[in-house]
């Protein structure tokens, strides 16, 4: 009798995740710009593998932005990540010494992210592996060959995880201002771990900011922590601590703080400092679009929010 139940409940998995999965594989029309192939550098095995480029897409969404989020922000990350290679591919394909013969790679510090189906079973299970895959790939499949472009150009479709309520001009964090990536207020951030307070024992916050903090416990009168220079949107810039200067970008990175909109002070002999968001926050706020679409806007008003000036439409 169990044994029936058991069937009889795999049976209705099986039909009511895998039914329209397979019909869509079936009678699925195929895009144009799904024809085009990306060649993808593996970085576990070391080989390059040659995909389609929406298979290439939905890796990365899968990737890059948790699959519960809504449909309409999968799609404005599909069609960020469609125009992230494709403005690689269209340049005739970026000079790649690290790859030789690769488009692309699937690590995030050179390229996007992307993990291939089997990632995605062992990250969500079998079950959320047919539901979320049938998600992202008909986000993905939606947007069509749809780019972001500013005059006429393919934009770099950067983006952050969390902004913490308003995004930061491309100018506070690289050397260059870019017109398309400018500082917007994110009215509908939705992300349940805005806040992060971390804590780094002086020797610790000595050794990674390579300062001398000996003299902190015992020191009176002026604050031994305190922010010096704020960007436009009120991040960090330069932080003064045992007074020493130092930017903020490289605090957040050599101590592996979430974002340089944080606060910090001393206490208990610990360096403490409480981050806003998760990210460089410039270009598309990832739960920002999550609550733009939770909203009812579409992922083309949610990218023409985050990049400024921008057309969203078919590649040309
Ligand atoms: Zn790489
Ligand atoms: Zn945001």
């Known amino acids: 009798m169990k044994k029936i139940l058991f069937l009889a409940i795999i049976l209705i998995v099986i039909i009511t995740l895998g039914l329209p999965l397979l019909v869509n594989l079936i009678t699925g029309p195929e895009p144009e710009a799904g024809n085009m192939k990306v060649h993808l550098f593996h970085h576990d095995s070391g080989q390059t593998e040659e995909i389609d480029l929406n298979e290439y897409i939905t890796g990365v969404v899968a990737a890059e932005m948790p699959a519960t ?53 062992e990250r969500w299970g079998v079950i959320d592996y047919y539901r979320h895959y049938y998600k992202i790939r008909q986000a993905v499949d939606a947007t069509g060959n749809t780019v972001i472009t500013h005059e006429g150009k393919m934009i770099d479709p950067v ?26 207020n ?39 922590v305190e922010t010096i220079e704020q960007t436009a949107t009120g991040r960090v810039k330069t932080i003064r601590v045992a007074d020493v200067d130092l930017p903020a970008l490289l605090v957040r990175q050599r101590l592996g703080l979430r974002s340089t909109n944080f606060s910090a002070k001393i206490e ?31 992922y083309k008003e949610i990218l023409k929010h985050y990049y400024t000036g921008v057309e969203v439409g078919p590649m040309d």
């Open 69 to 121: 989020f809504p449909v309409e922000a999968l799609k404005a990350q599909a069609v960020a990540a469609r125009t992230y290679v494709l403005k690689r591919l269209m340049a005739g394909g970026v000079i790649n010494s690290e790859h030789p013969g690769a488009d692309i790679c699937d690590d995030h510090r050179h390229a996007q992210a992307w993990i291939s189906k089997e990632q995605m079973k």
């Open 159 to 184: 983006y952050h995880s969390s902004c913490g309520g308003v995004t930061e001009d491309s100018g506070s964090v690289w050397k260059y201002s870019i017109p398309y990536l400018k500082s917007v």
């Open 186 to 224: 994110c009215p509908y951030e939705n992300n349940p771990r805005l806040i992060q307070t971390v804590r780094f024992t002086l020797p610790q916050a000595q050794k990674a900011l390579g300062i001398d903090l000996t003299a902190i416990p015992v020191s009176t009168g002026s604050s031994p």
């Open 268 to 298: 208990d002999n610990q360096l403490v400092f409480t981050t806003v968001g998760y990210g460089h926050g410039v270009g598309m706020c990832q739960y920002g679009a999550k609550g733009f679409a939770e909203q009812g806007y579409s």
